[in-house]
C-alpha cells in the first residue's frame, strides 16, 4: 500500500482524525499533490520542535469531521475462541473483541456493538452449537 493509498484509508475510516504529510521530497507549494492531510512537514528541513509546533497547532485547529455513514453493512465472521466466547473484528476501528457464546445455534447475521468504537458490528457464526467442557 502507498503512502496515498493508506491516507485514503485513513480519510475514510477515521475522518476526525489530523494528518500530517511528512516527505523528504519538498514540492514546491509544500503539500504533495493529491495528499488528501491537513499539514506538510519537509523531513530533511524540518527541526523537531518546529513538528511539535505543527502537531501543536493541528489539534487547536482540528477540523471536526464526521465519517460518512457506511453503506457496507455487511456481517463479518466470528471465530469461537475455544472457551465460550466468539472473536469478532469490527470493521471500522479494526479492533478485535469478544463476545460471549449463547450456546444458540443460530444462522444467519446477528449484532452486537464493538467493545472499542462502540460501533454496530454485524457477525455470523458457523451456526454450530458450543457447550463448555466441565
Known amino acids: 500500500m502507498s ?3 493508506f ?3 485513513v480519510r475514510d475510516r477515521f475522518p476526525q482524525v489530523p494528518v500530517i504529510v511528512m516527505s523528504c521530497q519538498v514540492p514546491s507549494h509544500g503539500m504533495p499533490e493529491g ?4 499539514a506538510f512537514f519537509p523531513k530533511n528541513e524540518g527541526r523537531p520542535e518546529d513538528l511539535l509546533k505543527l502537531i501543536s497547532d493541528l ?3 482540528s477540523p471536526i469531521r464526521t465519517a460518512a455513514p457506511r453503506l457496507d ?3 463479518v465472521q466470528a471465530n469461537w475462541d475455544g472457551d465460550g466466547y466468539y472473536v469478532i473484528a469490527c470493521a471500522e476501528c479494526l479492533h478485535s473483541f469478544k463476545v460471549p457464546c449463547d450456546g444458540a445455534s443460530v444462522r444467519g ?3 452486537t456493538t464493538c467493545d472499542h468504537c462502540r460501533g454496530v458490528v454485524r457477525f ?3 451456526g454450530a452449537s458450543f457447550e463448555p467442557i466441565q
Open 3 to 5: 503512502g496515498y493509498e
Open 7 to 9: 491516507l485514503a484509508v
Open 35 to 38: 495528499a488528501a492531510a491537513d
Open 59 to 61: 489539534i487547536k485547529r
Open 73 to 75: 453493512f455487511k456481517p
Open 109 to 111: 447475521p446477528r449484532t
Open 124 to 126: 455470523f457464526t458457523s
